[in-house]
């Protein structure tokens, strides 16, 4: 079976499209698409999640499986092939119950358990009646619940400053909104593929979607706030600060932005 490059060279080649052609529908740099083809993986910026992005893109344009770009990826990069369903467990029999033989009552054994308990009921009466036994006083409920109630809520204090909440993994990819506090300029990558390159302004809030990863790149970090499946970011850096961001479904990635010119 041909190598992945090569699976997708041939198809770019039946459909009659350049390099070029491809790089203005995919808005994916030519010389990425060549290292695709080539196999030259390391080429790629962005690491391992953005030639994920790149491959989808790429073989959705060509009328390709992308999940099947995934999978010749793994089995040509790391080996790894597709385990196949473990097949359905047989039905366990069910154990027919046994039996269970009651024995007989004893009336003897029962009679003599009343007794035992008439007699204990009567020596209990007679110690309270003429021994003037009484029960010890209980002992006042604010000498234990003060200090517990006390302890309680120094332990809740205590922790709740430590908690963070953890990432909002999603399912269906990663979702970042965009809230900017002042304008500045943006560059949005979702999939490998620019979504978005301009200005925002306050009062802004819009949204993209990615399945593997999505980049924000901007002139001032602190202008940019960064909401990821709903769960605020905070600003990207400090005030007049170059900076990108990414993340992917499971959380922050490091990676490097696209650099610019052809």
Known sequence: METLGK?????????????????????????YLKALEEGNYEALPGGEA?????????????????????IRYDEEVHGRRPEPPAP????????????????????????????????????AWWLLSYAGWAPPPASPPEATTAPLMTL????????????????????????????????????????????????????????WTAQEL????????AGLVAVVNGQSQGPLGERGQVCARAWAPTGAVDVVAPPGGG
Not at 174 to 201: K, M, N, S
Not at 214 to 221: A, S
């Open 88 to 123: 359905p467990a047989a039905p366990t029999p069910a154990t027919p119950a046994m039996p269970i033989n009651r024995p007989h009552s004893n009336w003897l054994q029962v009679v003599a358990v009343i007794g035992l308990v008439i007699l204990l009921l009567l020596g």
């Open 50 to 70: 953005q030639t994920r992005g790149f491959l989808r893109r790429y073989a959705a344009l060509l009328g390709l499986s992308p999940d099947e770009a995934i």
């Open 152 to 207: 309680s809520r120094a332990a809740v204090g205590a922790t709740a400053g430590q908690a963070t909440p953890a990432f909002p993994v999603s399912s269906s990819g990663v979702t970042l909104t965009l809230e900017p506090t002042e304008h500045v300029w943006v560059r949005v990558t979702a999939d490998g593929a620019v979504v978005f390159e301009g200005l925002l302004a306050p009062g802004e809030a819009p949204s």
């Open 214 to 221: 999505v980049v924000v790149e901007t002139g001032n970090g």
């Open 7 to 31: 699976w997708l060279q041939i198809a770019r080649e039946a459909r009659g499209l350049s390099l070029e052609q491809a790089e203005q529908v995919t808005r994916i740099r030519r010389r």
